[in-house]
């Protein structure tokens, strides 16, 4: 085999990409998605492990109808593509299991109590405002139709209920929700960390 590039191959005629760069044959750009991944895994295992300290809360954005996705069927409708949550004062019963890559939690949608299952693969935003922290993630490519995960049949836990509600009484003037609750969309490019160049 040559050393040499002969323009044959996938790369192109230069051996360059768009961008002018030489192109690579090893898959960074998803070893570096994957490690961010990691990063968030990590900060939803400390949420669940330790709460979110001072002001951190987290924005996760995921696709409504990737597979293993599971969601009351009105959210669903009201979401049918993609829908952002926050875990701030207001969230319970969150699980993290790095081994399924899925995580779990309840939140409350217009008063209504709701147990959302999200697998880490159809996460495609992560963000904590705090610290202007902003991952965006690739969704997988070849994402095949599957049945949506079966939702535990269980509500949250009274104490996990009136925590909500005392920090709700607690926050500080100008934190307070909107009178009607809806779940807000939230858009997250305020918070987008910028790569050099940009």
Known sequence: MSDKFDGDGPIGETGEDEAGLPASLLPYERWVEDAYRQVMVKAL??????????????YLT??????????????????????????????????????DAVMSVGLSFGGIPSTLVIPFAAITGFADPQVRMV??????????AAAPAQLPHSRPSPAGLAAAEDASRDKPAGEDAPADSTPQVVSL??????????
């Open 135 to 144: 991952l965006r993630f690739t969704p997988p490519a070849e994402e095949t």
């Open 45 to 58: 295992c400390f949420a669940r492990d330790e709460g979110l300290p001072g002001q951190h809360h987290f």
């Open 62 to 99: 995921f696709l409504t109808s990737a597979p293993g996705v599971g969601i009351p069927d009105r959210l669903r409708a009201q979401y049918p593509q993609e829908m952002t949550i926050v875990l701030q004062h207001q969230f319970w019963d969150l699980k993290v299991d790095a081994s």
């Open 189 to 198: 490019d305020a918070f987008r960390r910028r790569g050099p160049g940009n």
